[in-house]
């Protein structure tokens, strides 16, 4: 009995550190610093609290006014008295990410050290787009959406329009992690050439004035 318990033991041990090897242990990407011909700004960032907190807001704002990120809140897994992280708003994509599937308005990296992104939960990111770069873009601003890259690849984040003014439109994204980030949107399909609209057109006209005629056609033959 005892050396069948042994075995028992020693088959579910193993099972646990296979499973480890194969499920990662954090949902988390641990970006590089992003190489600095592509910073566009650096904002870093430290809160301290009295307190343990389990979740809190960042006013980007009040330490750069002029960043494209403008509101973060954070859940954390564990409560915490200090946040550290540093925010890059990017002029392109970063080296050792690739091209995300759609149009790319801009990019940004959030980092932190790996303690504090492994208790993140969840994010929160409220972050603006000027009109004049989608209108340069050509992009639906319906479609726009924020992605995260994770996992070798691209990740569509839940993200909506919460307001708009002259020259910004100001979005909210929920995001599981910190990472690179991408606002993408989708083109506006191009309008039709003229001359396929004026045959339509013509086609059209030819359709109500044939109907009219049998109409009346018809009425004149009931007459």
């Known amino acids: 009995m005892r050396t069948r318990h042994i075995s028992i ?47 809190i807001t960042i006013n980007v704002t009040q330490f750069d006014p002029e960043q494209v990120v403008k509101k973060i809140t954070l859940t954390f897994k564990e409560p915490v008295l200090t946040v550290s992280l540093t925010i890059y708003h990017l002029k ?35 972050f603006i787009v000027e009109r004049e770069v989608v209108e340069e873009k050509g992009v639906d601003e319906k479609t726009i959406t924020l992605n995260r890259f994770f996992e070798d690849e691209w990740e569509k984040l839940p993200t909506t329009k919460i307001a708009e003014d002259k020259r910004f439109l100001y979005f909210e994204a929920e995001s599981l992690g910190l990472s690179h980030f991408a606002v993408t949107g989708i083109p506006i399909p191009p309008p039709l050439p003229w001359w396929i609209v004026a045959i339509v057109v013509v086609v059209g006209v030819m359709v109500v004035a044939m109907g009219v005629y049998l109409y009346r056609k018809r009425r004149a033959r009931q007459g």
């Open 9 to 55: 033991t020693t088959a579910m041990l193993l099972l646990v550190i296979f499973v480890s090897t194969i499920i990662p242990a954090s949902a988390q990407y641990f970006p590089p610093v992003p190489p600095e011909p592509i910073v566009v700004r650096e904002t870093p960032i430290l809160v301290s609290f009295t307190e343990p907190q389990k979740t």
């Open 92 to 126: 392109e994509r970063p080296p050792e990410v690739p091209e995300p599937p759609d149009t790319p308005i801009l990019y940004f990296t959030i980092r932190a050290h790996e303690a504090l992104l492994k208790n993140v939960e969840r994010a929160v990111i409220t």
